[in-house]
């Protein structure tokens, strides 16, 4: 059964379009903050293993800093490999808050 574990405060999350990493639990997740919509993801390319969270933010895509992977946040897939994706949880503030549910 998923559980919800608190990431963040708001006061830590990424600024619009800019993404950044949180440990969760036992692992890190990428936070992406896309045209104002927060998303979470693993933190971890599936490429060469890149930091997901240490990327940019391009055409609302997450861009591995690494070698340039471009994942979409809403769904974990790459656009180099769409056969491939990282998990995606879902995250949501409450109150001050950032929760995401693994």
Known sequence: MPSSIKIATKADLPGEDEAREFQAGGRMVCVANVEGKLCALDNVCVHRGGPLGQGVIV????VCPWHGW???PQTGEPMQNTSLKVAVYPIKVEG???LVEM
């Open 96 to 98: 001050d808050d950032v």
């Open 70 to 72: 471009m994942y979409n």
């Open 59 to 62: 055409d609302g895509s997450v």
